[in-house]
């Protein structure tokens, strides 16, 4: 009735030449925007990519297409080399900041798995208040970096934080956990570890979902049959429940070090790449020398080696960790 | 005969109060651990709420109080009257660009989306495949010629500069694009030959149908942008058009020494966010597993 009702009302709009004509207006009036938009996004990538291979500052007026050359020299492959072998003191603190988001991207995603997997596996397996568990886990992930960082500021501070407080009750002498440039465990300065720390507090909250959505799907039936069977529950977890969840591993793995390498929020409040370049990374470098010495082509290069970096991690975790997935 | 019969029941009565033993002991062990990482999840909000209502000589004391001794609400009252900081402007940057981002992106995500599902039509593969590649690409790659282009529109310390770059999602448009996917073609058939134009099929039947994953897209995509730090710093230079978490460092840069006010505007910043997240968290969590997006 209704739709007999609206055919009539609407038979003398409908376009001429028929649904096909109809249809091709909807995608042209969709797409032609879309397109103008997207050869924006091509432009400025192109643009990324030439500022690579200049000497390139906004100060300088430099050529008359977007000020590449003149004032602003054409240098070719030479950013990439002084990155490689150069003395100068921006390509020093460029291999420093390399080292160090290695640094930092190697402990979180361990440490990070250490924290989530069997969290989220014990959250899975208890009976009662889940949600409200689940929930204060969660917290970190939606408080803005920048809080975080400034909570954590509170906690480290030389005088009255908390974690100098604990020191000094059992007795050992308090550190300047964001400023002494000398002290260190293992290897890794204080000031990288105390960044790494609250990191992982702002983000282990995330992978436990994934991973307890995750958990949710393996059956109830094989890990009653294992029990049944005697496995114990560490066997259950390694032989049943990982191989299971595997997909959703390999998953938490790419974007963990996906967002490690790309840390810049926690550090540049905290430490701002102190104490002696000890927690300078690649983003904050790249940031510094964009921004604030305004030399951009060496940036763009910079990010360049980031990005690069970023996909090769990611296509080897992708062939380390796909090898079988038919379950 | 008896003894020899009465061995089995007794041993599989022993197996079962065993078993049920084990069972208790590992939720109390379960319970344990969790219980010790929840307490290290809250204790920095605890601390930090606690300092908020210090003193600031309290704040600095050797070694620090737990509780506030005396509490004050020096802190909030002194954010809240200090005329060189607006906070309401600065919550009103914050959404504003917030909102605006959102609204953009889910118009051009479910409209492009549904496109991409449900039309054939030349180069459609290769526009698909080029939005995968420009989701691999991370933002410090555009960053910088984003930044030189806002400048030649003289669009640095103009919230438009945070909005103009971020019409478009790639993800959202993936995102939506699987949700169209399972929208009954017929459905929209049926429509066509109602007479229904095209533009009216999206407005009134394939939009309402993505109400689900449009909340969650909007969701996450308001928290994103309610916390982003980095984009917003490079392009909002002056105080006055900055938002929350720009702010935030600033505010503490130039209250150093006083770890009680800084305290009392991170909860002020911080807060807001969490509160909203207690009343939907349900469905926030459930967005960030369904899309695996942070």
């Known amino acids: ?296 082509g060496w940036a763009a290069a910079e990010s360049f080696v980031l990005f690069l970096i970023v996909m090769i991690v990611t296509v080897v975790q992708m062939r380390v960790l796909r090898t079988s997935w038919e379950y | 005969m008896n003894a020899i019969q009465a061995l089995p029941t007794q041993s599989r009565r022993y197996h079962a109060r065993h078993r049920r033993y084990r069972k208790y002991l590992q939720q109390g062990l379960a319970y344990l651990l969790l219980t010790a990482g929840l307490s290290f999840t809250l204790l920095p909000f605890l601390m930090m709420i606690f300092s908020s209502f210090k003193t600031n000589t309290e704040a600095l004391r050797v070694p620090p109080t737990f509780w506030p001794q005396h509490f004050t609400l020096e802190n909030y009252l002194k954010i809240l009257n200090d005329p060189k900081l607006p906070l309401s402007r600065f919550y009103l940057n914050s959404t504003l660009v917030a909102v605006f981002n959102v609204c953009s992106t889910l118009f051009t995500s479910s409209l492009v989306g549904y496109l991409f599902a449900k039309f054939e039509f030349p180069g459609k593969r290769l526009l698909f495949g080029w939005f995968l590649t420009t989701m691999m690409i991370p933002m410090q790659i555009t960053m910088i010629p984003s930044y030189l282009i806002l400048a030649k529109l003289g669009l640095i310390n103009s919230l438009a500069g945070l909005v103009i770059f971020s019409a478009v999602d790639a993800f959202g448009i993936f995102m939506m694009r699987q949700f169209c996917e399972t929208l009954p073609t017929e459905l929209l058939d049926a429509a066509r030959i109602d007479g229904t134009s095209e533009w009216q099929i999206y407005w009134r039947i394939v939009l309402p149908q993505l109400g689900a994953p449009l909340a969650t897209l909007g969701i996450l995509g308001f928290m994103a942008n309610w916390n982003a730090y980095l984009w917003p710093m490079i392009v909002l230079q002056k105080i006055e058009v900055r938002t929350l978490p720009v702010i935030l460092t600033w505010f503490n840069s130039t209250h150093t020494g006083q770890p009680a006010v800084v305290m009392a505007a991170t909860v002020l910043i911080v807060m807001p966010i969490l509160i909203v997240f207690m009343f939907f968290q349900r469905w926030i969590v459930q967005g960030f597993t369904m899309t695996g997006f942070k």
């Open chain 1, 1 to 296: 009735m209704t739709s007999l009702a609206i055919r009539k009302k609407n038979v003398p709009s409908r376009p001429r030449g028929g649904l096909a004509v109809a249809k091709l207006r909807f995608v042209t009036g969709v797409t032609v925007p879309l397109l103008l938009y997207e050869s924006l996004a091509i432009f400025v990538l192109g643009w990324a990519f030439l500022l690579m291979f200049y000497d390139y500052s906004p100060g300088r007026l430099g050529g008359p297409i977007l000020g590449l050359g003149g004032s602003n020299p054409f240098v070719g492959v030479q950013n990439f080399v002084e990155m490689l072998t150069g003395r100068s003191v921006r390509a020093v603190l460029f291999r420093t900041s390399l080292r160090n988001t290695l640094i930092f991207a190697f402990a979180v995603l361990p440490l990070n798995l250490l924290i989530t997997l069997p969290l989220a596996w014990l959250l899975e397996s208890i009976s009662r208040y889940k949600t409200l568990y689940r929930t204060i886990y969660f917290m970190p992930v939606l408080t803005s970096s920048v809080g975080v960082a400034l909570i954590w500021m509170s906690m480290y501070d030389p005088q009255a934080g908390w974690l100098n407080a604990i020191l000094r009750l059992l007795g050992a002498r308090p550190v300047a956990w964001l400023s002494d440039p000398r002290a260190g465990l293992a290897g890794v300065s204080v000031a990288m570890w105390a960044v790494i720390l609250a990191y992982l507090w702002q983000d282990y909250g995330y992978n436990m979902v994934i991973f307890i959505a995750a958990l949710q799907g393996v059956p109830q039936e094989l890990k009653e049959m294992a029990m049944i069977d005697g496995a114990t529950s560490w066997r259950i977890f390694t032989r049943i429940v990982i191989p299971l969840i595997r997909p959703t591993l390999l998953f938490v793995c790419v974007m963990t070090m996906l967002s490690s390498f790309q840390v810049f929020d926690i550090i540049q409040v905290m430490t701002n790449g102190g104490p002696n370049n000890q927690t300078q990374v690649l983003l904050l470098d790249i940031y510094k020398n964009a921004f604030r010495y305004q030399s951009m």
